[in-house]
C-alpha cells in the first residue's frame, strides 16, 4: 500500500522522504508542491529529480477524497459533500466574505456527544477522520477556488472546525491537521485565523494550549447545568464550572485575548430574559471579569426530528441587549448559506437524505459526473429538500 502524502506533517513528511533515502529538505519542496501549488501527481513537481519523482510514483500517492456533491449559495457559500468511504460522507462549507474567506470542516463522521439540536448528534458516530481527510477538505476547496477565481492567491484566510464532528475527541489528527495549515510551507494560516470548537473536552482543550494553540470557540449554550445537561450531554461529565476553568486556563496560552462562547437559541429552551440575566452572572463569576469572552448568538437551524424551534428575532435581539448592557461583547450570527442549508447544524441532515435517496435507487454513493447537477436533479425529485 502507498502512503498518502496528505497524511503528513511537514515532520511526518521529513521521516517518509528519509527513509526513500532523500534528504530532508525534500519534504518541503514536496510539501510545497501539494499544498501551495495543488499539485497531485508527482510529474508536475518540476524541479525534483525525475529518479525521486519515480521512487515517488511507487511508494505514495496524493489522495484526495471524491466530492459527490457541490452546491453554491445565492450569496456566494458553496457546500461540498466529501465521500469517506463505508457509505460515510462528510461536508465542508466556503463562506466568502468582504474581508475573509472561511472554511469550515469537518472532523469526524457524525458525533458521538449527541447535543440534542445538532442534526450530526442525531446522526451518530460513525469514525474519526484522518489527517489527510481532514486536510484533504482545505486542499480541494483551496485549489479548487484558486482555478475557479483565476487566481495563484491564496483564497481562503480562515479555517473552522466547525462542520461535522467534536474535533478535540479526534485529537491526535486534528493536530497533525492544524500544523499543516499553520505551517508556512503549507497553508501559512495564522494561529489566530484557525479556529477549534468544542462542546467542551476540558481535558483536550489544556493538551490543545499546549500542543497547538489555536483560537479557540466553546459552546455553551446554556446558563446553567440543569439546561445544559439537557442540551449537550458532555456536560455531565464536565459540568460549566469545570468548563470555564478551562476556559481561564486556555486564555493564558491563546493567540488572542478572548475565547468565542457560542450560544444557540432555542425558543422555550434558553432564550428567557432570566437566562439571559443568568448568563451575565455566570461570566462574570469568572476570574477574569466578562472580557475575556465574546459571545456568539447563533440563531437554531431547525430540523425536524429536534422538535425545537429558532427563537424569534426579536427574542434574541432583546437577549442580547442584556449582555451588552453588561458589558459583554455579543455579535448574533447571520446565516449564510441558508438556501443550500449549509448553516451550522444542518449539515448531517443533507448527508442523510441523500443515503436514503441512494438506498432507495439501489446503488452506492458514486456520482462524479457533474457534482452540481446531480445534486440539483437529487433536490428536485423532492428529496434533499422536500
Ligand atoms: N462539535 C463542535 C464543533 C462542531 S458544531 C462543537 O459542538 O462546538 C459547530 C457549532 O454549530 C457549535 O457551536 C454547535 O453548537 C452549532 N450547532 C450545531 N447544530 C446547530 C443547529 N442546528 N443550529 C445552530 N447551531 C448549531
Ligand atoms: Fe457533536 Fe458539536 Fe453536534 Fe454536539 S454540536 S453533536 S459536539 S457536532
Known amino acids: ?104 470542516i469537518s472532523s469526524q463522521a457524525g458525533c458521538v456527544v449527541g447535543c440534542r439540536f445538532c442534526s450530526t448528534g442525531h446522526q451518530g458516530f460513525s469514525r474519526n477522520l484522518t489527517v489527510g481527510e481532514i486536510v484533504a477538505q482545505l486542499w480541494f476547496a483551496e485549489h479548487f477556488l484558486r482555478r475557479r477565481l483565476g487566481t495563484e492567491e491564496r483564497v481562503i484566510s480562515n479555517v473552522v472546525m466547525m462542520g461535522m464532528g467534536e474535533p478535540l475527541l479526534n485529537y491526535e489528527p486534528l493536530v497533525r491537521a492544524l500544523r499543516v495549515m499553520l505551517d508556512d510551507h503549507g497553508y501559512g494560516l495564522s494561529r489566530r ?26 459552546s455553551l449554550h446554556a446558563p446553567n447545568n440543569a439546561i445544559r445537561d439537557g442540551l449537550v450531554p458532555l456536560n455531565k461529565k464536565y459540568p460549566l464550572g469545570e468548563l470555564l476553568q478551562a476556559c481561564m486556563r486556555y486564555l493564558a496560552f491563546a493567540p488572542r485575548d478572548f475565547i468565542t462562547l457560542e450560544y444557540c437559541m432555542l425558543e422555550g429552551v434558553n432564550d428567557s430574559i432570566e437566562n439571559a440575566q443568568e448568563l451575565v452572572d455566570l461570566l462574570r463569576r469568572a476570574d477574569h471579569g466578562v472580557h475575556w469572552c465574546k459571545l456568539n448568538l447563533i440563531p437554531f437551524n431547525p430540523f425536524p426530528a429536534s422538535g425545537l424551534k429558532r427563537s424569534p428575532r426579536s427574542q434574541v435581539l432583546a ?27 444542518q449539515l448531517a441532515g443533507d448527508v442523510q437524505d441523500i443515503t436514503d435517496v441512494q438506498k432507495r435507487m439501489g446503488r452506492r454513493r458514486t456520482i462524479k459526473l457533474n457534482p452540481v447537477l446531480e445534486f440539483d436533479r437529487l433536490a428536485t425529485e423532492g428529496t434533499v429538500h422536500g
Open 1 to 104: 500500500m502507498t502512503a498518502n502524502l496528505l497524511d503528513f506533517d511537514l515532520a511526518g513528511l521529513a521521516v517518509f522522504c528519509e527513509r526513500l533515502g532523500e534528504k530532508r529538505f525534500r519534504a518541503t519542496q514536496l510539501f510545497r508542491w501539494i499544498h501551495q501549488k495543488g499539485a497531485s501527481q508527482f510529474d508536475e513537481m518540476s524541479d525534483l529529480a525525475k529518479s525521486l519523482r519515480e521512487k515517488l510514483k511507487v511508494t505514495a500517492s496524493i489522495q484526495g477524497l471524491d466530492v459527490t456533491a457541490q452546491h453554491i449559495s445565492n450569496d456566494g457559500t458553496i457546500k461540498w459533500l466529501f465521500d469517506v468511504g463505508g457509505g460515510d460522507a462528510v461536508e465542508a462549507v466556503y463562506i466568502p466574505e468582504d474581508d475573509r474567506g472561511t472554511l469550515c
Open 193 to 218: 485565523r484557525v479556529t477549534v470548537s468544542t462542546s467542551g473536552v476540558v481535558p483536550m482543550m489544556d493538551a490543545l494550549s499546549q500542543d497547538c494553540p489555536v483560537a479557540l470557540a466553546v
Open 319 to 345: 437577549f442580547a441587549k442584556i449582555l451588552m448592557d453588561a458589558g459583554i461583547v455579543t455579535t448574533v450570527r447571520k446565516t449564510r448559506g441558508d438556501d443550500i442549508d449549509a448553516a451550522c447544524g
